[in-house]
């Protein structure tokens, strides 16, 4: 059975990439204790997951993925972005732990209904955007593999948060064409539609002709 | 003697558009205590300008000049801009007042040192942007005359503040070409350079055709 290795301490995100990349064992960093911290540190969310796919492929000989992902506001000119995890500063880490405390979730999401507290409706919309990085080591002959694919969710960010599912700015995000933001859906509603899972998905019909490329299959 | 009124509270300014308008009078807000407070609502330098500028040349049936400026941050896809006095968001004041407090500043400014933290020396490039406008109001059987004009200082972001100069995010800025903040410089050197400066002057450039389009000459 193939193998490969996503580079997230999540294990939702696991369990939702095995779901979608049926028939392959999918393992987290949990597997890996000496797999580094790769700091998310490029301008780009392909750039991050690029540098995380490819560490991570270096330091255990597998195929890895890893993505990266944020919320792109149009009256912020598409920021936070990439500084979505770290947005209000207070908290000054560089790897961009999206899992971690909801106090740094709370205070990203407060700052920004602040900074749009006097945008009107009709320019509140944003886009929640996630770019996936597969990397196929070199196997034998074979040279090594890597591609990178965006998913996009776009909606508009409401005035006061709502729901309690999710993490991040879901509590104020809501989907084109939903009445519920991300934070009050289920988790498989929130895949079928989420940049996540688009990212995925786009990822996982790449994935066939990557391990074959790459003399994995 | 023409007589203008440029649409704010601070002397500074004042001073500063008198000695470019060389021969015309200009009076502030504190002339007209009843003069309207317009909040800065428009995605745009210009469009907050000109909404300015509007409303106190309707107030007064004078020449109204107003400016709206902030800083464009290129690693914030140009942000704060238009949020410039407010990106913290601890004030909630819409009125976008730049000569607010110095916690306010400080806190504006900290928040963008905090979010370039991860971002390279080279990548920390920005602009301070100012957009002017003029509004004539009609005259006998002349038409209204409005104009807009934008002024830029490129530069970059350093990592400490430094200097006492100037206001808002001046400690952080580093003009191209310089070796000094522009809080580190005395206020003429930096109007010579300043995108406020830049605006100013080139509004005054168009400013007697416009009185004499208006019937005001």
């Not at 193939?2 to 064992?25: H, M, P, Q, W, Y």
């Not at 988790?187 to 688009?198: F, L, M, Q, Y």
Request: a negative charge.
């Amino acid at each position: 059975m193939t193998r490969i290795v996503l580079a997230t301490r999540n294990a939702g995100k696991i369990v939702e990439l095995e779901r979608i990349l049926d028939g392959i064992a999918v393992a987290g960093l949990a597997a890996f204790p000496d797999a580094p911290e790769v700091p998310e540190t490029e301008p780009t969310f392909e750039g991050n997951a690029l540098l995380k796919a490819r560490a991570i492929a270096a330091h255990t000989g597998l195929p890895a993925v890893a993505d990266d992902s944020g919320l792109c506001v149009d009256a912020l000119n598409g920021m936070p972005g990439v500084l979505s995890a770290r947005w209000s500063g207070r908290f000054g880490d560089a790897t961009g732990d999206k899992d971690a405390t909801g106090d740094k979730d709370a205070a990203n999401l407060r700052l920004v209904l602040d900074q749009l507290a006097d945008v009107r409706d009709g320019l509140r919309g944003a886009a929640f955007v996630c770019a996936a990085a597969l990397v196929v080591p070199a196997n034998g002959d074979r040279s090594a593999v890597e591609h990178t694919v965006e998913g996009r969710m776009r909606g508009a960010i409401v005035r006061e948060p709502r729901g309690t599912g999710g993490f991040g700015y879901d509590p104020v995000f809501l989907p084109d064409g939903e009445t519920r933001t991300t934070a009050e859906m289920a988790p498989e509603e929130k895949d079928a539609i989420s940049h996540r899972g688009k990212a995925f998905r786009a990822l996982a019909g790449l994935l066939p002709d990557a391990l074959a490329a790459a003399g994995r299959l």
